[in-house]
């Protein structure tokens, strides 16, 4: 299974962008999804979830600014981002539970996406 993480880019104080992350690969089903940043100096932080296919957890500086959603039956999890400040700077990755053919479910790592708010 491969996460396929793309859409971010520079933009300015205010600006959007929607970050898209596919799953590709022999997989039963695609379970809880999430979110995540890094900014330089700091520690991987959760910025979204959805689980059992409904947005369910925001970071609170991201709330109302921020939406998680899915299309399920193009294995795509997206991240629409408006309003965006320089803190919201960092490498975002995306995060996906599967269901394999054996029965077992595996967590997922996409290559992460740059995303740089300037001031």
Same mark, same amino acid.
């Given at each position: 299974?491969?996460? +396929? ?8 104080? #205010? ?9 590709? =690969? $022999? %997989? ?14 700091? +520690? ?8 059992? #296919? ?9 709330? =109302? $600014? %921020? ?15 408006n309003s965006l400040k320089p803190e919201d700077t960092g490498v975002y990755y995306c995060n996906v539970d599967v269901?394999?053919?054996? =029965? ?16």
């Open positions: 299974v491969q996460l +396929q993480a793309y859409g971010g880019g520079l933009v300015q104080t #205010g600006g959007s962008l929607r970050l898209s992350c596919v799953a590709s =690969g $022999r %997989f039963s089903s695609i379970g809880n999804m999430g979110w995540y940043r890094q900014s330089q100096g700091k +520690q991987r932080e959760a910025v979204a979830f959805m689980f059992n #296919g409904r947005p369910t957890n925001y970071l609170d500086s991201v709330k =109302g $600014r %921020f939406t998680i959603s899915a299309d399920i039956s193009k294995n795509t999890l997206y991240l629409q981002m269901l394999e053919y054996s =029965g077992s479910l595996s967590g997922y790592w996409g290559q992460g996406t740059q995303v740089t708010v300037s001031s």
